[in-house]
């Protein structure tokens, strides 16, 4: 485990609580734009301005009102102005799964077409529930790495589990979250080393492949990865694939929007999507 003082802040087991303000933030800049004042957003989610403040500035390294402004739906159209990823920087990587991406160390390796087939067949997949930065996280590994990290906030514990579990039928689970905790505390921590399986069909793989190439604070779009894996014409396809990206955060499928900088659809829901790509903006806009 890394050291809670070398832990960012949003990654400690209080980030679970975090979220849940968050969570309610997002729901009251909606109902009342992103005027509102800090007294009265304050007071919608039952803090004092001083406690809210704080709360946010030491949660997300901005002031409350700068972090309304990254929870605009408007935000997604400057941030493809401003940090759009061109992929380009896939090639420099090879997508050969090694190297420093998005500021975590990851190594990931693919289940052959062929054991992807079989459905997980002989496969015994760990899992645990965990405390992390955007709510509840359902984690799920084989013996060689993360192959599951679902955000549970918004569809519930068992609506997750039954998700995950349905992508690969076949296989024996065993609850193991003492296992999983070097595992999840790496990717949680941003140090150390994140091991990940990815489990999919060919077509998913290279698209997962090039969604890690999109660092942290930068987004790309649809049609972007489509022409980054040679297939211009499968845009639709390619949003499929993000949609049932296995493993949340680290294989950042929020990093990916429509071209008219819309939002598009997430997985494990839009209040979590908005949250992921506020708070990575503000922390690279605020190490800048």
């Known amino acids: 485990m890394p050291n809670k003082a070398d832990t960012p802040e949003a990654a400690r087991p209080e980030g679970h609580y975090h979220y849940q303000v968050i969570r309610r933030a997002i729901e009251a800049i909606d109902a009342g734009g992103p ?3 800090l007294d009265a957003l304050a007071a919608e989610v039952g803090m004092s301005p001083a406690h809210f403040q704080r709360l946010f500035s030491n949660w997300v ?10 929870l605009t739906l408007d935000h997604a159209r400057s941030l493809l102005a401003d940090h759009f990823s061109t992929l380009d920087v896939a090639g420099a990587v090879g997508l050969s799964g090694s190297g ?3 500021d975590l160390f990851i190594r990931w390796e693919a289940m052959s077409p062929g054991d992807y087939a079989r459905r997980g067949a002989g ?3 760990r899992w645990g529930w965990f405390d992390g930065p955007f709510g509840r996280m359902l984690a799920m590994a084989t013996a060689r790495g993360l192959c599951g990290l679902a955000f549970a906030e918004e569809t519930g514990d068992a609506a997750a589990m039954a998700d995950m579990r349905a992508r690969w039928p076949e296989a024996a689970f065993v609850e193991d979250p003492a296992g999983l905790e070097p595992w999840v505390a790496a990717a949680l921590g941003q140090t150390g080393e994140a091991r990940l399986h990815l489990i999919g069909a060919p077509f998913q793989i290279k698209v997962w492949e090039a969604l890690l190439a999109i660092p942290s604070g930068q987004v790309t779009t649809y049609g972007e990865i489509a022409r980054a894996i040679g297939n211009p014409g499968a845009v639709r396809a390619v949003g499929t694939a993000v ?4 493993v949340s955060w680290l294989i950042p499928c929020h990093r990916a929007l429509r071209k008219s900088g819309a939002l598009g659809g997430y997985h494990w829901g839009l209040p979590v999507k908005r949250a992921l790509l506020a708070w990575e903006a503000a922390r690279a806009d605020a190490g800048a």
């Open 100 to 102: 420093r991406l998005h």
């Open 123 to 125: 496969l015994t997949i």
């Open 35 to 37: 005027q509102m004042r």
């Open 243 to 246: 949609g049932r990206n296995p």
């Open 61 to 70: 390294g901005v002031s409350p009102k700068r972090y309304q402004q990254y």
